[in-house]
């Protein structure tokens, strides 16, 4: 076996016998040091089997294919943030000037002639990116935890629609230890966000409803989930008025943008967040489910044209079209697939609950 040297705290190519079959190892390379060889078991498993010698040393290790040839590329974890993450900064500003433009829509301010009247916006703005935050700071939270490498989270703003934003992410870039790092990282998110939303439409509803301010806001109709409506109720409020030209706070527009984007992140395909809690929770058999999602969705699509008139019936049509790229780019394997426990079975199923209550037939109608 020809290789060159490589970090002493790397494995010897020998330790990875039995896996991965080492002929070469390039050590020279900025991004990773390379082993070329051949998988001597099914190339699924090689990383699985390998993974956890690398990260014990501080690396991560992923499997690809180059002209031809089987490498493994080793690349440092790092779990800390290096320098000032401007890319993220960038965003969030972006988003937040694209969510109190899409606040000042629904507060019907004068954003034309007085662009100062931007900032009257800011209770929308702060409530959507509140719930955004905490939702991805939960990954974030338990990724340190499980000492996995993610990034911050990314803002995606979406200017010139009626709520400002796609939704906020976080990359992780490394080996998942175990279903339990797994399954805690991917249920966090859902669950703090949850709690954001909850908080925030309890305030919303205890607000002032306002008059339609015209404009696009008067041709958008709201179908709000269980959630919201329940606590409406609860507090003795309603999210609708037997008034047509009353619409609620855009307070609680915000609580529906958190309902609707954590029950979107808990469709399990790909590497959504259903994903990653099914993924824990039923190990293999997550590919069938995934087959079942664009299904479901499509179905769900071809109801609302056959007896909703169909209304919203593109929306679910376009996501069942997601659904299918999303299952095509593959979920999180862990390392170690040791099944969970009751404990964190119960919360999983919990989850999955909480994320129907947030589920509307009909959840946005835009008629121009």
Sequence with gaps: MAHTSSPTDLPDPERLADAFYVY?????????????????TE?????????????????????????????LVAEKRSLGVDGVPWTNVALALATLLSTLYAGSRWYGLPVISDPVSLVGAWPFAA??????????FGHYALSRYHEVQASLPYFIPLPFNVIGTLGAVIQMNDNIPDRKALFDIGVAGPLAGLVATVLVTAVGVTMDPIRVPGGLIAHVDIGYPLLIRGI????????????????????????????FVTFLNLLPVGQLDGA???????????????LVVPLLLFGLAGYLVAFENGQAAALWAFWGVLTLVFGRVGSATPLDET????????????????????FAPVPIVISL
């Design 339 to 358: 099944p969970l426990g009751t404990k964190r079975a119960a919360v999983g199923v919990l989850t999955f609950v909480l994320g129907v209550l947030c």
């Design 232 to 259: 409406a109720a609860l507090l003795g409020e309603q999210v609708v008025y037997a008034d047509p030209t009353l619409i609620p706070n855009p307070v609680v527009i915000a609580g529906w943008v958190g309902a």
């Design 127 to 136: 409530a959507v990116l509140g719930i955004l935050a905490v939702h991805e």
């Design 43 to 71: 190339r699924e498993s090689v990383v699985q089997a390998v993974g956890p010698t690398f990260r014990s040393r501080g690396y991560r290790v992923r499997l690809t294919e180059e002209t031809g040839e089987y490498v």
């Design 24 to 40: 070469e190892v390039d050590a020279t390379p900025e991004d990773g040091i390379r082993y070329y060889g051949e998988p001597m």
């Design 276 to 290: 990653h809690v099914t993924r824990s929770l039923l190990g293999d058999r997550m590919r069938s489910i995934q």
